[in-house]
């Protein structure tokens, strides 16, 4: 609910320890006055100077992360609810990601936004909390995901007016800023309790996600504890319970440091009958880059087709906020001698960095037991190593095989050299098909 100037809340109890959830009624939020009607925002319109993707029925419920340092799984679910809201209501399970991620750290390790991408972008979740309930120390083996989350936009220092257009035309975004427990304590002089307002004045290493659901440009800068030069905050849905801020929503200034400086934008989430069936290399996704100290690099995986089926979608992950690229096909592919003459199927450009699926204009139909090679030319505007690419890099990705995989890569479309072989790595480029009755 927006606060009405000069209102003052009541203190809550301490945290519980134990988790979940309150799931929120969708419908209209209400101010003293009566009800707020929902917002529109179109591309062509102004930002408004108060936006809250509440009023427009996209109100996750609000859970607690416990003890355990799960604010990014949580914050994933919320996000990934709102994204279907309000046509369906179904609650996401953080408990999934945090034991099914592919992974091979604990959930005591906590995650980050490449984990997350990971577990989506290759269908291992998300699944209904009904299926994996959070906090009962079970996760079951083999569930199916309920979604498919195809496209997801990663943000590194955005403007204001960027994250505001990101929340409005697709729903509340993930971010991280500095902020734990002990940072809002009263004696600290960051978070003021009484209007449920943060701000943390000075750039720091983040610990902790959530999701901004909107904003509010005339929020008083006499709210927050540490004096603000300006109005102006973020509304934020924390991981911390009801008893949290407003029943689990505060405030974040604009002048915090840290919040927004990386936030994910879930860009396109579709129900799981989208496709059939994925091919890929990467269980842990995005884990390094690899390039010609040159904007330009190709890329080739090599599939093997299970049965009549065709290929319908192309998934790849792009470094920089400007890419082109240009997508062809070797059929009954034998040799990498043959990628040089790789019929072209399309091209475009993808804007922002992170994962993006290409909906292919064209079908090319596969052969049960067919080989084939799905190539791509990209070239990403100011990066020399524009290649996102799977290594094993540290304790969380020992999980990374090489075994069975294949794929090469080329400066220059002409050259190719088998990138398990010469770079120990597995290519970020997925294949989409639907079967063919």
């Known amino acids: 609910m927006r606060r009405l100037p000069g209102l003052r809340r009541g203190k809550h109890p301490a945290l519980r320890l134990i988790v979940l959830a309150f799931c929120c009624l969708v419908g209209t939020t209400y101010l003293a006055e009566?009800?707020?009607?929902?917002q529109e925002w179109k591309r062509e319109q102004d930002l408004p100077s108060f936006y809250d993707s509440r009023q427009n029925g996209k109100k996750p419920c609000i859970k607690s992360q416990g003890e355990l340092p799960a604010c990014w799984a949580i914050s994933c679910s919320s996000a990934l609810e709102a994204a279907r809201m309000p046509e369906e209501q179904t609650v996401y399970s953080a408990d999934h990601l945090l034991h099914q991620s592919g992974f091979s750290g604990g959930i005591l390790d906590g995650g980050d936004f490449q984990m997350i991408m990971a577990y989506l972008s290759g269908w291992y979740g998300p699944v209904a909390e009904e299926d994996d309930p959070y906090g009962d120390g079970e996760s079951p083996e083999g569930l199916t995901a309920?979604?498919?989350?195809?496209?997801?936009?990663?943000?590194?220092?955005?403007?204001?007016?960027?994250?505001?257009?990101?929340?409005?035309?697709?729903?509340?975004?993930?971010?991280?800023?500095?902020?734990?427990?002990?940072?809002?304590?009263?004696?600290?002089?960051?978070?003021?309790?009484?209007y449920a307002s943060y701000l943390y004045p000075t750039p720091h290493r983040v610990d902790h996600?959530?999701?901004?659901?909107?904003?509010?440009d005339s929020f008083p800068a006499e709210y927050f504890s540490y004096p603000a030069a300006r109005d102006g905050a973020w509304i934020c849905q924390n991981t911390w319970g009801e008893e949290f801020g407003e029943q689990g929503i505060f405030y974040v200034s604009y002048e915090d440091a840290n919040l927004t400086g990386k936030t994910l934008v879930y860009q396109r989430v579709d129900l799981p009958d989208n496709y059939d069936r994925i091919y890929q290399q990467d269980q842990c996704g995005w884990q390094g880059r690899l390039g010609y100290d040159r904007e330009t690099v190709y890329e080739?995986?090599?599939?093997?087709?299970?049965?009549?089926e065709t290929l319908r979608a192309v998934g790849l992950y792009?470094?920089?906020?400007?890419?082109?690229?240009?997508?062809?096909?070797?059929?009954?592919?034998?040799?990498?001698?043959?990628?040089?003459?790789?019929?072209?199927l399309q091209?475009?450009?993808?804007?922002?960095?992170?994962?993006?699926?290409?909906?292919?204009?064209?079908?090319?139909?596969?052969?049960?037991?067919?080989?084939?090679?799905?190539?791509?030319?990209l070239d990403t505007k100011g990066e020399t190593k524009p290649l996102a690419v799977e290594i094993d890099k540290n304790q969380y990705t020992r999980g990374v095989s090489l075994e069975g995989k294949e794929g090469y890569v080329s400066p220059d479309g002409q050259i190719w050299s088998n990138i398990q072989d010469m770079y120990q790595a597995n290519l970020c480029l997925k294949v989409y098909t639907v079967e063919h009755s």
């Not at 906020?321 to 003459?341: A, G, K, M, N, T």
């Open 34 to 38: 009566g009800p707020v009607q929902a």
């Open 146 to 194: 309920s979604l498919h989350v195809q496209d997801m936009r990663l943000l590194l220092q955005p403007d204001e007016e960027l994250v505001k257009e990101m929340i409005c035309t697709f729903g509340p975004v993930q971010s991280s800023l500095y902020m734990n427990r002990q940072l809002t304590k009263p004696e600290r002089g960051y978070y003021q309790d009484d």
């Open 209 to 216: 996600d959530v999701l901004i659901l909107g904003w509010d």
């Open 300 to 308: 080739a995986a090599v599939y093997t087709a299970e049965m009549t």
């Open 318 to 344: 792009t470094t920089g906020e400007e890419s082109r690229y240009e997508i062809s096909l070797v059929r009954e592919f034998e040799d990498p001698r043959q990628l040089s003459e790789a019929r072209q």
């Open 347 to 377: 091209s475009g450009e993808l804007t922002g960095m992170g994962y993006h699926t290409i909906d292919l204009n064209s079908w090319p139909e596969m052969e049960p037991g067919e080989r084939f090679a799905l190539v791509v030319r």
